[in-house]
């Protein structure tokens, strides 16, 4: 009878899990680009635009750091994720309302670090609602829906671009914000069941301790320098191929930046659910491994052209490796933190150096390209997924013992 009903209750928490990881994609990934859109036709110069992207990016990195760790501490887990839709919405209503410097900035600053707690928030949810046994299961049907509302979502927000103009999709987001709030009230109690080691993991002092022991431990430190490392290597290469093929005028960027997304996020789906159903049988190192070594696959290619038949198979290529690695990440930090009651601060963690890596990538791409061309910055972005690959495979031993 227990059983039975802890069934219930994990179907019961299925659908807002669902629900929300489809809602939410839009909100975590394309907010800025929408920000983009709409800060371009008021007419703001590049710098300032740019600065207002970086504050999305910043409140980010900090969200992420100290979610991590409040998540391994705080049981409100439900009332922590409803926060976060209450305060994206405010921003983007005021980003969309009051189009000035100071309150954009200081707007998306907060939407940046609010919307990087909702991965890391789900995947909390996902632990105590599924098990550790369904945990990498869940989080791949996670990242499967998350996948999915990105291609669809970007994909209607675009079009209501068009009709609407470019405050439309600020204004959709919102929307986006309100529906998951809904959704929240669906997840049964089970959703704010204690953290482990809860009242000793409470004070700074363990805390630092927990980090400095954690970060000692060879197979993590590894891990999160690869993670960083790739995101430096992969994060540029898309906004680089549109921004090469404007420049080539070969056609209309915004079609082929549809393009992009849509195949990237359409083929995502699929293997990140087939990964998370697999994580258990399989090991980890190989396919993490193979995720890694297409980075460089899809660099060779950009080089060799710029047309959209070889972006469309660039970004199969990017569906396959992101697919594997966004699954495989939550995997193998459950696998190292297993029995330390320090799960959720390492995702924190990982995201935020994940995040680290892509603002550096693009900034750093975009001072190589000013200067050397297209072809040399696609080169050494290969080269470093290169290194990242033989990194991993050289030092990184296996986590999951495979039954």
């Not at 609407?164 to 998951?180: D, I, Q």
């Not at 696609?378 to 999951?400: K, N, Q, S, Y």
Request: proline letters at 5%.
């Amino acid at each position: 009878m227990t059983e039975k009903k802890a069934q219930t209750r994990h179907r019961k928490d299925d659908l807002p899990l669902d629900g929300l990881s489809f809602l939410l994609a839009d909100i975590q990934d394309n907010l800025g680009n929408f920000l983009t859109a709409f800060l371009t036709l008021q007419h703001w110069p590049s710098n300032r635009i740019g600065a207002a992207i970086a504050a999305g990016g910043l409140g980010a990195v900090l969200a992420r750091f100290i979610g991590g760790w409040a998540l391994d501490v705080i049981a409100h887990r439900r009332l922590m994720l409803a926060l976060c839709c209450v305060v994206t919405c405010v921003s983007v209503i005021v980003m969309a309302g009051v189009p000035l410097f100071y309150p954009i900035l200081l707007a998306h600053f907060i939407a940046g670090g609010a919307g990087a707690l909702f991965t890391p928030i789900l995947a909390a949810i996902s632990h105590h609602t599924a098990g550790a046994k369904g945990y990498i299961a869940r989080m791949g049907r996670n990242e499967s829906f998350n996948h999915l509302g990105n291609a669809s979502s970007g994909f209607l927000m675009s079009i209501l671009g068009k009709i609407m103009g470019p405050v439309a999709p600020l204004w959709g987001v919102g929307g986006l914000a309100v529906a998951s709030l809904l959704l929240v009230s669906g997840f049964s109690a089970k959703a704010d069941e204690p953290p482990e080691r809860s009242k000793e993991a409470v004070s700074a002092s363990e805390t630092t301790r927990a980090i400095f022991t954690l970060l000692s431990e060879p197979r993590l430190a590894v891990f999160l320098v690869t993670y960083l490392l790739f995101n430096l290597a992969n994060g540029a290469v898309v906004p680089l191929m549109i921004e090469r093929y404007a420049f080539l005028h070969l056609g209309n960027p915004a079609t082929v930046t549809a393009i992009c997304i849509v195949v990237a996020q359409v083929i995502m789906a699929p293997v990140a659910y087939l990964v998370g159903k697999k994580a258990p049988q399989w090991p980890r190192k190989p396919l993490f491994v193979v995720a890694l070594a297409i980075q460089p696959v899809r660099d060779c290619f950009v080089v060799l052209s710029a047309g959209w038949p070889t972006l469309v198979l660039i970004q199969i290529l990017d569906g396959l490796s992101s697919g594997i690695i966004l699954v495989l990440f939550y995997a193998i930090l459950a696998d190292i933190a297993a029995g330390n009651g320090h799960r959720n601060l390492l995702i924190g963690l990982g995201l935020a150096l994940g995040t680290i890596g892509a603002l550096l990538s693009n900034l750093a791409s975009g001072v190589l390209t000013s200067s050397y061309g297209f072809n040399t910055t696609f080169v050494i972005l290969g080269l470093t997924g290169a290194l990242v690959t033989g990194l991993f495979a050289w030092r990184m031993p296996e986590t999951h013992a495979s039954p």
